[in-house]
């Protein structure tokens, strides 16, 4: 089994409509992230959570919202889709212990808002 | 402003010679270097990586270089396997912070 899972894995909606996005893990990581790809610009960091009481914007927020209900899960919302948030979705986690960050990425949502 | 760059958006190579994708950051502040591979429809995972006290880190066909003064790491394959083809993402983190920055990817082809 998957140690980071996403789902919907594809999702097409219309502009204007709320959708929400969701990540779990098993991996037991206290730290999880939400980073959207487009082409030609990587990956870039939309929301993150060090543990269940916190929540941090990353560098592109606006127009999302997050909620990590426990642990293992980490949801991203669109409160009204628009078509330029139409992208690849990835969660992620890591286990930060002082050391170095690794992160480790679920399989993506393809979303695509018309 | 993009801190981490990946000039070549796609390489293509030979099978059985080496592969060098390149990546520049202009972030003085970053500490830790870290390599990802992606394959189509699956999540980047996590290759390799090099800290900023480093110059070199070797992990079987893959070898990173870091070179502080030019502020430039490179990503070494030898030698390329056409399982290797995938877009490779280099990130950096900085000092007393918990976030990856991501270039924009290298696409690299390995061909029989």
Not at chain 1, 23 to 45: A, E
Not at chain 2, 46 to 73: M, P, Q, W, Y
Request: charged share 20%; with cysteine.
């Amino acid at each position: 089994d998957a140690d980071v899972t996403q789902t919907p894995r594809n999702r097409i909606t219309k502009t204007g409509k709320r959708i929400m996005l969701e990540c779990s893990q098993t991996k037991g990581h206290d730290r999880m992230y939400w980073y959207r790809q487009d082409p030609g610009l990587g990956l870039r960091l939309i929301y993150y959570s060090f543990d269940v009481k916190d929540i941090n914007k990353g560098e592109i927020s606006d127009g999302y919202s997050v909620s990590r209900q426990a642990q293992a899960k980490f949801s991203l919302s669109l409160e009204s889709a628009i078509p330029n948030q139409t992208a690849l979705y990835f969660c992620a986690t890591s286990d930060y212990q002082g050391g170095p960050d690794t992160q480790y990425f679920g399989p993506g949502t393809r979303l695509t808002v018309l | 402003d993009q801190q981490v760059k990946q000039n070549s958006p796609s390489l293509s190579v030979q099978e059985g010679r080496i592969s060098i994708l390149n990546c520049d950051y202009t972030n003085s502040m970053f500490d830790y270097f870290l390599w990802y591979k992606k394959y189509p429809a699956e999540g980047p995972t996590f290759l390799i990586s090099i800290s900023s006290i480093k110059d070199k880190n070797e992990d079987g066909r893959f070898t990173v270089f870091l070179n502080k003064s030019a502020k430039h790491l490179s990503l070494h394959i030898v030698p390329s396997q056409p399982g290797d083809s995938a877009v490779y993402f280099c990130a950096a983190s900085e000092v007393d912070t918990d976030k990856l920055i991501f270039g924009t990817g290298t696409r690299l082809q390995v061909f029989p």
